[in-house]
T-cell receptor, first 115, second 114 residues
Framework: DAMVIQNPRYQVTQFGKPVTLSCSQT?????MYWYQQKSSQAPKLLFH???????NEADTPDNFQSRRPNTSFCFLDIRSPGLGDAAMYLC??????????????FGQGTRLTVV | AQSVTQPDIHITVSEGASLELRCNYS??????LFWYVQSPGQGLQLLLK????DTLVQGIKGFEAEFKRSQSSFNLRKPSVHWSDAAEYFC????????????WGLGTSLAVNP
C-alpha cells in the first residue's frame, strides 16, 4: 500500500498561474519534506515541516510556499510558476527531523510542466 | 564542506553481470550513508543505509554496500544484475553538523542490456 501519495502525478500549468501540489501520508510521521528535482540532477530540498514548524532552506525562492494543515497532508504552492520551475517535485516523510537520521519515505512525485 | 561524489554518470551492464557503483564522500566524522534508487518517473526508494557496526551492509533487491573509512567510500554492489535494476542510483550522506540534512550525489544512471 502506498504510504506517501502525491497528487497529481502530472500537472501542467500556465506561466504565472498559481499551482498547488499535494502530498498525503499514512505513516503518521512528524516530518514532511518537499524536494525539487530537475532532469538528471539530485533532489534539492526546498523546505520541511517538523510537526507544525516550518523550516525553509536558505536558497528556496519566495515563489515557493508550503502548508501543512494536519499531520497527514502537506501542500506545495508555487505562486507564479516560471519556465525554470518545471521539474519533478518529490514529497518525503521521516519519523524524526534530519533526513540523514532515519529512512526517508518518498512519494512517486509530481511532474510539473509550465507552458 | 561535506560532499558526495559519484564518479560514474552513466553505466551500462549486461543482464546477469556483476555491478559496482562508486560513491566517495568528504566528511569529518563517521557518516550516515545511504543509497537510494529511482526508477524512471518514480520517487526514491531506500536500498540500504550505514550508520555504524558491520561495514558490509545488506539491502533490498539483492544489493549490498561496503563502508571503507580509509577510502571514504561506500560502493554499491550486486552480484547479478536484472533488467529491472535499470534506474538512477543516488548516494547520500547525512550531515551531522546540519541536523543530519542529506547531501546527495548527482546520481549514476544504470542501463541493463538484455
Amino acid at each position: 500500500d502506498a504510504m506517501v501519495i502525491q497528487n497529481p502525478r502530472y500537472q501542467v500549468t500556465q506561466f504565472g498561474k498559481p499551482v498547488t501540489l499535494s502530498c498525503s501520508q499514512t505513516l503518521n510521521h512528524n516530518v514532511m519534506y518537499w524536494y525539487q528535482q530537475k532532469s538528471s540532477q539530485a533532489p534539492k530540498l526546498l523546505f520541511h515541516y517538523y510537526d507544525k514548524d516550518f523550516n525553509n532552506e536558505a536558497d528556496t525562492p519566495d515563489n515557493f510556499q508550503s502548508r501543512r494543515p494536519n499531520t497527514s497532508f502537506c501542500f506545495l504552492d508555487i505562486r507564479s510558476p516560471g519556465l525554470g520551475d518545471a521539474a519533478m517535485y518529490l514529497c518525503a516523510t521521516s519519523s524524526r527531523p534530519g533526513q540523514g537520521r532515519d529512512e526517508a519515505f518518498f512519494g512517486q512525485g509530481t511532474r510539473l510542466t509550465v507552458v | 564542506a561535506q560532499s558526495v561524489t559519484q564518479p560514474d554518470i552513466h553505466i551500462t551492464v549486461s543482464e546477469g553481470a556483476s555491478l559496482e557503483l562508486r560513491c566517495n564522500y568528504s566528511y569529518g566524522a563517521t557518516p550516515y550513508l545511504f543509497w537510494y534508487v529511482q526508477s524512471p518517473g518514480q520517487g526514491l526508494q531506500l536500498l540500504l543505509k550505514y550508520f555504524s557496526g558491520d561495514t558490509l551492509v545488506q539491502g533490498i533487491k539483492g544489493f549490498e554496500a561496503e563502508f571503507k573509512r580509509s577510502q571514504s567510500s561506500f560502493n554499491l554492489r550486486k552480484p547479478s544484475v536484472h533488467w529491472s535494476d535499470a534506474a538512477e542510483y543516488f548516494c547520500a550522506v547525512g550531515d551531522a553538523g546540519n541536523n543530519r540534512k542529506l547531501i546527495w550525489g548527482l546520481g549514476t544512471s544504470l542501463a541493463v542490456n538484455p
